[in-house]
């Protein structure tokens, strides 16, 4: 059983970054594609970012590409989602997520087994 635990969101002005972080345990990720996800008021979960269990591809949609990263550290069982030019409409609960089968779309939200509590990013205009 993997725990995933998000940190790093907070309140931000409009062209702000944040960092999150995504603190796996229980056991190593290594072999997972990791994605992010995020949720705002009244709209469905929608995706933001992913990972191959190497690092060696990333995916974004196309809302964030240019401006958000996406990296890992597997050797601290660990997630990034480095996010730049922040707008009001990145107003989320940020989620992390895992996919054991690491070799999945990436981008399909039922495909991830495991979720993190979520972690709330506020974008100030």
């Known amino acids: 059983q993997v725990q995933l635990g998000e940190s790093g969101g907070g309140l931000v002005q409009a062209g702000g970054s944040l960092r999150l972080s995504c603190a796996a345990s229980?056991?190593?990720?290594?072999?997972?594609?990791m994605g992010w996800f995020r949720q705002a008021p009244g709209k469905e979960r929608e995706f933001v970012a992913a990972i191959s269990w190497s690092g060696g591809m990333t995916y974004y949609a196309d809302s964030v590409k240019g401006r958000f990263t996406i990296s890992r550290d597997n050797a601290m069982n660990t997630v990034y989602l480095r996010m730049n030019s922040l707008q009001p409409d990145d107003t989320a609960v940020y989620y992390c997520a895992a996919d054991r089968s690491g070799s999945g779309s990436y981008t399909r939200s039922y495909e991830y087994e495991y979720w993190g509590q979520g972690t709330q990013v506020t974008v100030s205009s």
């Open positions: 229980g056991r190593t990720i290594r072999s997972y594609a």
